[in-house]
């Protein structure tokens, strides 16, 4: 069966891009399946380096089919932007580019909207990136939002779009400037639509490599995550599923990718946050701003409680660890391993955000093993203390790792 799914399982930028696009390889269609704009994927592959924020992280791996699946919600000039970017990086892209016509339309209205509900919120905020998602999944949930199939129907369009303004009480100038954004992208993007659930169904009974690609991170699923500082799409596995139209059946591989440390950007709850020496320390040398919108990404320790949670909930089979030479400079290396809340030790990780500002990390401390991480398919040729570290949060988790990512070069990855 060869349908493997790829997910984030902290709250995003795990390192999907650079794994994506070295995974790719060994597949013939790559998919987007859940998220928007809001997702920054790196790819460093020899001279070329794109950020996608729409297309699957595959664009720099020439054979590979690109699918934006049903569940994704798209900003129709972003996309449009985004592949001429890519047809400079590799010429004659556009063939190789589906996008599903049940995707969802991000409209200029809807991003207005996310940025105004954000500065409503006053010191409740959630730090979105402001790129229309929660609104455009809304109108989705609301059955008003307007799917990408809708391109074709040029008169359908202009009358289901005229209700949609009519329902949120938009202004005839703010509703000509979205029309205008609408009928523009026409010509561009509905000769890359299709009926993506039937053609990756097919692909899979003719036995093509499928590799699903996940955006954010379990922690910041809407259902499973650190609600209401989470995103508005189903991040873990159940969205990649319903956002592909596969059958869950297909799947054979689920790979978790985990940082070696944690970060988060936006507000809500971070128990092993570092706002000290260490986790600047992990900023700098990881480069930890977002490849979205550019804020500092706060910091912290590895949380194997939270990881161990997002493990469950994906069915992970197994581990990328990423990230790791930013902690070769680390005398000691700490792992949260159970949290202490209201005077008691728990080793669950609480959903209930509320619960979880409560919760202290309770620490185990490691022996750094302060060098370079080279690379090596040998297991016993690492260093003696890296190799424990790797051992650690296997057997914690329960869950083999199956490659380690050591620096953002597509080559920078150790496979066991
Ligand atoms: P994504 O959203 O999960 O795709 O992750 P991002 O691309 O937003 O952020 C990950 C950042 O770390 C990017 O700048 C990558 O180039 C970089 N990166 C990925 N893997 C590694 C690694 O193993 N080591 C280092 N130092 N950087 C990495
Ligand atoms: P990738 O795919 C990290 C966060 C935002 C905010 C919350 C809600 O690159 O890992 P939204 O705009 O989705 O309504 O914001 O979710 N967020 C991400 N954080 N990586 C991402 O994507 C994210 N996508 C959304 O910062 O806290
Ligand atoms: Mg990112």
């Not at 209205?109 to 105004?116: E, G």
């Not at 074709?152 to 029309?179: A, G, M, P, R, W």
């Not at 599923?241 to 059946?249: A, H, K, R, V, W």
């Not at 202490?340 to 669950?348: A, F, T, W």
Request: proline share 4%; glycine share 10%.
């Amino acid at each position: 069966m060869p349908v493997a799914a790829l997910l984030g399982l902290q709250w995003g930028d795990e390192g999907k891009g650079k794994c994506t696009d070295y995974l790719a390889s060994g597949f013939d269609i790559v998919v987007r399946c859940q998220g928007g704009a809001n997702a920054g994927h790196s790819v460093e592959a020899g001279e070329n380096n794109m950020i996608t924020h729409l297309l699957p992280a595959a664009v720099l791996q020439k054979q590979v089919e690109l699918v934006i699946g049903n569940g994704v919600v798209i900003d129709l000039w972003e996309i449009i932007k985004e592949i001429n970017e890519a047809e400079n990086l590799s010429p004659g892209i556009k063939e190789r580019i589906k996008i599903s016509k049940n995707s969802h339309i991000v409209l200029p209205f809807h991003k207005y909207l996310d940025q105004k509900q954000e500065e409503n919120r006053k010191d409740s905020l959630i730090g979105t990136t402001g790129r229309g998602i929660g609104p455009c999944y809304s109108d989705k949930a609301l059955r008003i939002g307007i799917r990408a199939g809708l391109l074709f129907y040029e008169s359908v369009l202009t009358d289901f779009f005229s209700k949609f303004c009519d329902q949120h009480e938009i202004s005839s100038k703010d509703k000509d400037y979205n029309t205008a954004y609408l009928l523009g992208a026409i010509s561009e993007v509905s000769p890359l639509l299709i009926d993506s659930q039937n053609y990756l169904n097919r692909a899979f009974k003719e036995g093509k490599k499928i590799l699903l690609e996940g955006a954010q991170g379990a922690l910041l699923d809407i259902d499973h995550g650190t609600y209401p500082y989470v995103t508005s799409s189903n991040t873990t596995i159940g969205g990649l599923i319903s956002g592909s139209g596969l059958s869950p059946f297909s799947l054979d591989r689920v790979i978790g990718l985990v940082k070696a440390y944690t970060t988060r950007v936006g507000e809500g709850p971070f128990p092993t946050e570092d706002d000290g020496i260490s986790g600047q320390r992990m900023r700098a040398t990881g480069r930890e701003f977002g490849a979205t919108t550019g804020r500092p990404r706060k910091c912290g320790w590895l949380d194997l409680v939270a990881v161990k949670h997002a493990i469950e909930i994906n069915g992970v089979t197994e581990i990328i660890l990423t990230k790791v030479d930013v902690l070769s400079q680390f005398e000691k290396i700490y792992v949260a391993v159970k949290y202490s809340c209201k005077g008691e030790e728990i080793s669950y990780f609480p959903t209930l955000s509320e619960e979880l500002l409560e919760a202290k990390p309770v620490y185990i401390e490691l022996e750094g093993w302060e060098q370079e991480i080279r690379k090596t398919s040998n297991r016993n040729k690492l260093p003696a203390n890296f190799s424990k570290y790797l051992d650690f949060i296997e057997e914690y988790l329960d869950t083999p790792i199956a490659l380690v990512s050591y620096g953002p070069k597509r080559e920078e990855m150790i496979i066991f």
